[in-house]
């Protein structure tokens, strides 16, 4: 009985803690920048109705580069986590499978030959390209068994040759050079509009995922065990991939291929609450948005007073992360 209020106290405890932070974050987003903007112009902004330029600031720029910033992070993170289940595998995230390469392939693709597309024809092409992205990947990693270094072998070869194959498009394609910046990964200069465009994937995918968070943690047990307990294996798995592609490929189509958000995150959860993803679910779509909201207004400062693509952040955390992670290999629990 003991053991159980410590554990709902961990739960809640943390949960209001990245809820603080979270809201912390967004407030310091919206704050900072080549021009600083004091605390209370940015409470003030939010009841104007007519505003000054710094609140206009925060309104139109500010303000939904930190919203899109939590999304973001939050459909990677739930992303990377249900990867990690579905394929059992510790090192499974977005990037590594291929699924970030393939979805800003289709949509450079997509730019360079129909430069007037709308918005939400160019998140459906990131759909099509994250889905063949990782179909790729668990084609050439699942052959005679999936390891965490076939896996990293697959995954770096193909993203390499997607990305080789995007840059090539860029090199050859005059309209295409306009998505350089977005192609590191960037939530800089999104408005309103992108957020329209984002949010109803967003809260469809998180919204099913947390739905699908029981039959995850029993499909975790084993294949075996799950179709015992009366799961439909197959048709969790079927699911899971496509919420991965959905909360990727629209974070994808707005914000570019930002990395090991996905790879990170879940692992961060595990530690702190165990392996039930009734709790990893949640806890990695607050874990997330924290994480990219935090490194974006640390890309900011990296290059003062010029801003840098909030992957840059990302990777200089990730990749060392993820070479611990291929390190340690077969020790990793799930």
């Known amino acids: 009985m003991e053991s159980i209020v410590k554990g709902k106290v961990k739960i809640y405890s943390t949960a209001i803690t990245a809820i603080v932070l979270l809201i912390l974050g967004i407030i310091i987003s ?3 920048g080549v021009a600083d903007v004091d605390l209370l112009m940015v409470l003030k902004s939010f009841f104007e109705t007519n505003p000054s330029k710094d609140q206009l600031i925060i309104q139109t720029l500010r303000l939904p580069r930190a919203i899109i910033g939590a999304l973001v992070g939050a459909n990677l993170a739930v992303a990377g986590a249900l990867m990690q289940a579905i394929t059992r595998n510790s090192l499974a995230s977005p990037q590594v499978f291929g699924v970030n390469a393939g979805a800003s392939l289709f949509i450079v693709t997509a730019f360079a030959l129909f430069p007037s597309l709308s ?3 160019l998140v459906f092409s990131a759909f099509i390209g994250a889905a063949i992205g990782g179909i790729t990947v ?3 990693a699942s052959g005679g068994g999936m390891t965490h270094v076939k896996l990293a072998l697959a995954g770096m070869a193909v993203h390499f040759l997607l990305s080789s194959l995007t840059q090539g498009i860029i090199i050859f394609s005059e309209q295409a050079k306009d998505v350089l910046y977005w192609l590191v990964g960037s939530i800089n200069g999104k408005s309103w509009t992108h957020i329209m465009i984002i949010l109803p994937w967003s809260i469809s995918g998180l919204f099913i995922a947390l739905l699908l968070s029981r039959s995850i943690s029993i499909l975790v047990l084993g294949e075996s065990t799950a179709q015992g307990l009366g799961q439909q294996v197959n048709r969790i798995r ?4 496509i919420l991965v592609i959905i909360l990727a490929g629209s974070s994808v189509a707005v914000a570019g291929p930002i990395g090991f958000v996905g790879l990170i995150v879940p692992h961060i959860v595990r530690r ?4 039930d993803y009734q709790r990893i679910i949640p806890f990695s779509a607050l874990f997330g948005a924290i994480l990219l909201v935090y490194a974006d207004i640390l890309a900011r400062f990296i290059a003062y007073p010029f801003e840098s693509p909030v992957g840059i952040v ?5 990749a060392p992360f993820f070479l611990y992670l291929a390190r340690k290999g077969r020790h990793i629990k799930q």
């Open 272 to 275: 702190v609450l165990g392996g």
């Open 314 to 318: 990302t990777a200089i955390i990730g």
């Open 138 to 140: 668990y084609s050439f």
């Open 119 to 121: 918005s939400p024809s």
């Open 238 to 241: 079927i699911l899971a991939g």
């Open 30 to 32: 919206v704050s900072v």
